[in-house]
Every structure is written in structure tokens, then in C-alpha cells.
Nanobody, 119 residues
Framework: QVQLVESGGGLVQPGGSLRLSCAAS????????MSWYRQAPGKRRELVAT???????DYADSVKGRFTISRDSAKNTLYLQMNSLKPEDTAVYYC?????????????WGQGTQVTVSS
């Protein structure tokens, strides 16, 4: 079994910062890539940022220059540093990991953490 648990969400004023974490645990042989997605009310889930096992990163245009994705491979933990937050960043943020467990490769999801940007 594999579990991804996000933390760090909350309410923040526009221009503020938050740091999200996602801890992966269970029968994990290897984690290939990890990503953050978000879903705002009434909208589709969208990819925010991705980091590969080689630490290459990619970002949605809407967050470039404001968000930074990183990972601690020794701890199987993913982070998202979010700066200069805007009201349009309000969403549930989900962690995703493409990994190997046993002899299977698959994508696993966390339960999500709410981020609300409002004055």
C-alpha cells in the first residue's frame, strides 16, 4: 500500500506565502516524478508543477517565478513553496507521485489540502 499525505494549506492574504508538503509512505520501491495539481471550485484539475527524479522541474505559466517545487528523495517528501499568492491561486492542492510499488508502476494521489488566498 502507498499513501501520500499533504499538509501546509490554509488561509493567507494576497501577497503572502505558504509551503505545502507531501509525504509518501508505504511499499515504495522508487519514485520517478512528483507533481502538484490544483482544482478550484467549478474548474478542472490542473497541473501546477512537476519535478523528476533527476530534479528537473516544470511549471504552469500562471505560477512561474512565484512557486518553487522541490523534493527530499531520502524522505520521499515533496514541497511547494508558494510566494506572492493571488486570490486566483485559491484551490485544493493535490500531490501526485508516479512510482513503483512491488512490480507495478502507477500514479498515486494524496487527499488534497485547501489553500485560500483572501483578504
Amino acid at each position: 500500500q502507498v499513501q501520500l499525505v499533504e499538509s501546509g494549506g490554509g488561509l493567507v492574504q494576497p501577497g503572502g506565502s505558504l509551503r505545502l508538503s507531501c509525504a509518501a509512505s508505504g511499499s515504495i520501491v522508487r519514485i520517478y516524478a512528483m507533481s502538484w495539481y490544483r482544482q478550484a471550485p467549478g474548474k478542472r484539475r490542473e497541473l501546477v508543477a512537476t519535478i523528476t527524479s533527476g530534479t528537473s522541474t516544470d511549471y504552469a505559466d500562471s505560477v512561474k517565478g512565484r512557486f518553487t517545487i522541490s523534493r527530499d528523495s531520502a524522505k520521499n517528501t515533496l514541497y511547494l513553496q508558494m510566494n506572492s499568492l493571488k486570490p486566483e491561486d485559491t484551490a485544493v492542492y493535490y500531490c501526485n507521485a508516479y512510482l513503483r510499488s512491488g512490480f507495478r508502476d502507477f500514479g498515486a494521489w494524496g487527499q488534497g489540502t485547501q489553500v485560500t488566498v483572501s483578504s
